[in-house]
């Protein structure tokens, strides 16, 4: 499963610069890939001298040019008035090694359950270089990263999750289900551990250091700056890199170790940054996974969310067996926006059904609401044309951005509908 890369519907798909995930690696640093591929053990000791002024324009032009400023209150538009010039200054601070990070901007936006999800938004100049640090970083950590891991890496997607979720369920020999998500895991994340995870592979002690600083950068809210003892900031460029490397050594690797070591049935792993799901086909080895897995996390200075974790019966047998013991409908579970529900087509074979979680669906309609009654004023073939574009003022939701047709058919015994003002994800064929 690991060795394996995207769902088979997927094998198409390119690595694409991103947002979060960093630009494409270029081809100076193909040897590092090679290196990384070739060699599991290898630690490099030279990596700061790739993040030149180059790397640094181009993480410049991957930034999205209206996103809100950071402490330093310098724009996308302000910083290019004389780029060449400050991309030099940067460069030279931090080869000399006296560029220091500016704290994190705190900022909240809306969750789906109505609570506040708390951001740090970095200064322009930290943006830049986190983004041109984790593309280099990339050609390394692409390498060692398991295939069941979907979040935030180049040419990967929430739709590729799903994909490969839908075909190990619709193909494998899956009766149970672990529905697990971490309690506050950006924010628990130990530094000291981190640090060590990041030394298996990186010698270099000045990148090292300049990780290190992004972390004890502190956060700025209201006016009064608090110290960073532990987690990484969310909106940060180089948190979900950091958040994978430490989820690859804590979970990811545990969990592919586990399951040729201990499981006696199928198990299949889906990751998508830090909410995952688990299926077995045995119950004796889901229980004994999630006890396991308890007892992995605490030595992390992690814990499971107890109203987020369930374990619940669910595949193709499901509702069969559980009529026979005259209990209800398989129960359901939510990934990545969408409700998983078994389902049967019109013959009676099983299918599995995505619809858009209830959460989801009502946070859309009320932004949409919203929107249109900031809009009401303007023409309406202008208010036409926005809501024929199924897309929301700001960042769409990542279930339901609007994607590519697939290169292949999807199973006839996969269903899906439609959500929202956008098109839902589709399953079609895959491997885990």
Not at 27 to 39: C, F, I, K, T
Not at 72 to 79: E, L, R
Not at 278 to 302: I, N, S, W
Not at 315 to 327: I, K, S
Request: net charge positive.
């Amino acid at each position: 499963m690991e060795g394996r890369g995207l769902a088979k519907g997927n094998t198409a798909s390119k690595t694409r610069p991103g947002h979060r995930a960093g630009v494409s690696v270029p081809s100076a640093l193909d040897r590092v890939r090679r290196v990384a591929e070739q060699d599991k053990e290898a630690r490099f000791t030279a990596l700061l001298h790739h993040v030149d002024v180059d790397r640094l324009r181009a993480a410049y032009g991957a930034l999205n040019p209206r996103a809100v400023t950071g402490v330093d209150g310098v724009t996308w538009q302000a910083y290019g008035q004389d780029l060449e010039a400050n991309l030099r200054d940067l460069h030279g601070r931090v080869r000399r090694g006296s560029y220091r990070p500016r704290p994190s901007r705190r900022a909240y936006i809306p969750k789906a359950d109505g609570r506040l999800r708390p951001l740090g938004i970095a200064a322009l100049e930290d943006k830049i270089l986190q983004r041109a640090v984790v593309e280099v970083l990339n050609a390394i950590y692409e390498a060692d990263f398991l295939g069941f891991s979907y979040g935030f890496r180049p040419g990967r997607s929430p739709h590729h999750a799903l994909d490969a979720l839908a075909v190990g369920l619709w193909r494998g020999s899956v009766n149970w289900v672990l529905d697990a998500d971490l309690r506050g895991f950006f924010t628990s994340l130990d530094h000291r551990w981190l640090e060590r995870f990041l030394e298996h592979r990186i010698a270099d002690r000045r990148v090292l250091r300049l990780i290190r600083k992004w972390l004890k950068a502190g956060v700025i809210e209201d006016g009064i700056w608090s110290e960073s003892a532990e987690g990484a900031p969310q909106g940060a460029s180089a948190s979900p890199l950091l958040a994978n490397v430490y989820l690859h050594y804590v979970f990811d690797l545990w969990a592919a170790r586990w399951r040729r070591r201990h499981a006696h049935g199928h198990v299949i792993i889906v990751r998508f940054a830090d909410d995952y799901i688990v299926g077995f086909e045995h119950e004796e080895d889901a229980q004994r996974f999630l006890a396991d897995l308890r007892d992995r996390l605490a030595k992390f200075a992690l814990e499971l969310a107890p109203e987020k974790t369930r374990l619940l019966e669910f595949g193709r047998f499901a509702a069969e067996r559980r009529r026979a013991r005259g209990l209800g409908k398989p129960e359901t579970f939510q990934f990545l926006g969408f409700t998983h529900v078994c389902g049967k087509t019109r013959n009676g074979r099983f299918m599995l059904k995505r619809i858009t979680s209830k959460k989801r669906m009502r946070a859309k309609q009320r932004q949409v609401r919203d929107e249109l009654r900031r809009r009401r004023h303007q023409p309406i073939p202008e208010q036409g044309r926005w809501l024929g574009s199924g897309t929301s003022p700001t960042t769409p939701c990542p279930a339901t951005a609007p994607r590519s047709p697939p290169s292949e058919p999807r199973p006839p015994e996969t269903g899906m509908r439609r959500c929202g003002v956008a098109a839902s994800a589709r399953a079609w064929t895959g491997s885990v």
